[in-house]
């Protein structure tokens, strides 16, 4: 994972890039449209999502929104303001927002996605579903609302939700498009803590330093083994799973790991 480094401050532009050690914050920024997703924004994402594949340092990504929301989903007046290039344009921002899900997806860092206002549409959710974790305040708002809009969530929302939420609860915030309170989301699993309005920056990340704290490579195979394991036989598991891990407890980092716990000092990881 050789490659440019990440610069320590803030990077310009409407997806802003900084690394806190060893945890890249990826914030949204266009608070004047409540962080809506236009194709400028998704180019920003995706460009800042590679430099994080690309920098070794990089071992948790934070993301955020600038303002009071953290996504409210694609920017609809942007849309409106397209007349007979809206099709075209839907595609091309449709194109992009799936490789910024399939990004964070296959990053091999977690995601830990702190979430305020709201987070909407098939670019907000689709952004909170590509998360490994997910922290909230109790005032975010959660909604797949395209069907309002006679249009339909084909970033990832309709076929990652319900693998997510329990099926029907998963169908009402698809067929209805409606908007529900944190507190609803955090009860069926899709929300690991809700925290006091304000909180939710801070307490992802903590939760991200925790992650960044452990071996990179133990946590970079576990995401793999987590994700990829969904779609095995039962018959199956544990042989692709021992594939997986058994580099991890031959590497530099499990001897690492084993001397620290005895000498009773912080490991110093290799990621290797």
């Not at 070794?56 to 996504?71: D, P, Q, W």
Request: one cysteine or more; proline letters at 4%; aromatic letters at 4%.
């Amino acid at each position: 994972m050789a490659g440019a480094a990440i610069e320590e401050m803030v990077t310009a532009g409407p997806a802003l890039l900084r690394l806190h050690g060893h945890v890249a914050h990826l914030e949204l920024n266009r608070p004047e449209a409540a962080n809506g997703l236009d194709i400028e924004m998704l180019e920003g994402l995706h460009a800042a999502l590679h430099r994080c594949i690309a920098d070794a340092r990089v071992r948790v990504v934070l993301m955020s929104g600038k303002g009071a929301h953290f996504c409210a989903g694609g920017d609809v007046q942007v849309f409106a303001s397209k007349g007979a290039d809206l099709p075209q344009y839907i595609r091309r921002a449709t194109a992009l927002l799936q490789e910024v899900i399939a990004a964070l997806i296959h990053l091999d860092a977690p995601v830990v996605a702190a979430v305020h206002g709201y987070s909407a549409g098939g670019g907000g959710m689709g952004l909170v579903c590509a998360s490994d974790l997910v922290i909230a305040a109790e005032n975010a708002q959660f909604g797949l609302t395209e069907v309002k809009r006679g249009l339909v969530a084909n970033a990832g929302g309709l076929v990652r939700l319900p693998r997510q939420l329990p099926a029907k609860i998963a169908s009402e915030l698809v067929l209805t498009g409606d908007i529900v309170p944190a507190s609803l989301l955090a009860h069926h699993g899709l929300i690991n803590r809700l925290v006091p309005s304000g909180d939710a920056l801070n307490a992802a990340l903590g939760c991200a330093r925790k992650i960044a704290a452990n071996g990179p490579l133990a946590v970079a195979v576990s995401r793999q083994v987590l994700s990829a394991s969904q779609d095995w036989l039962s018959t199956e598991m544990f042989e692709r799973q021992y594939q997986l891990t058994a580099p991890v407890f031959k590497s530099a980092d499990a001897r690492e790991g084993a001397s620290a716990f005895a000498e009773k000092r912080t490991p110093i990881w290799r990621g290797e």
